[in-house]
Every structure is written in C-alpha cells, then in structure tokens.
C-alpha cells in the first residue's frame, strides 16, 4: 500500500522558515513527477510547487508565483523524499499543505493528474 506522509508543518512568525517533509512507502517515485499544493480554509486547493524528472540526475521544478523566490522544491530518491523548504513565510501562506506523487515522469499543476496524496500538515503563519 502506498503512502505520503507529510511532517514539518506549525506555527511560524512572518518572515520565518518551515521545512516540509514527505516520506513515501510501498513504492518509490523515482523519476516520477512530484508536486505540493495547499488549501486554506474557504479556498480551492492550489499548487504551490512541481517537480518532474527530465533525464538522468536531472530534476526540473517549477513554482506557483506567489511562492516563486521563497520556496524550494528538492527530492532525495534514496530516501523516497521531498521537501518543500518555505522561507521569508508571509501570513498569506497559512493553508493545509498536501505532498503529491504522480505515476509519470512530468510535471502537472493539476491536482487530478496526481495519483497519491498524503493528508496535509498545518502551516499557520502569525503576522
């Protein structure tokens, strides 16, 4: 059975940094297309990062704007690992954080074109 587990979430004042983690079991993702979206409440779920396998080592990600700058998407395949490391956090980014894993290599900001969810960590930011 597989399973994203998300961990790193909390509480963090505005301008602080969280790291996310998402650690995937009963199958590897390796060179399979990976993202993280969040949702606040009253909100549609939306993507904050994507991360796709281009060839060989070589990862390509890709950020919603709002994030663009402030975060980072990254991935360890040995340890069936993602990260979204969230700096310079604005109170705007307060929202369920969800980790995603598709079963192809590309990318997608597509909720549905995900295949496997994990179920979300809080990330609340105080202003």
């Known amino acids: 059975q597989v399973q994203l587990v998300e961990s790193g979430g909390g509480l963090v004042q505005a301008g602080g940094s969280l790291r996310l983690s998402c650690a995937a079991s009963g199958r590897t993702f390796s060179r399979h297309g990976m993202g993280w979206f969040r949702q606040a409440p009253g909100k549609e779920r939306e993507v904050v990062a994507a991360i796709s396998w281009v060839g060989g080592s070589v990862y390509y990600a890709d950020y919603a704007d709002s994030v663009k700058g402030r975060f980072t998407i990254s991935r360890d395949d040995a340890l069936k690992t993602q990260y979204l490391q969230m700096n310079s956090l604005k109170p705007e980014d307060t929202a369920v954080y969800y980790c995603?894993?598709?079963?192809?290599?590309?990318?997608?900001?597509?909720?549905?074109?995900?295949?496997?969810w994990g179920q979300g960590t809080q990330v609340t930011v105080s202003s």
């Open positions: 995603a894993a598709r079963t192809s290599s590309g990318r997608s900001y597509v909720a549905g074109d995900y295949d496997y």
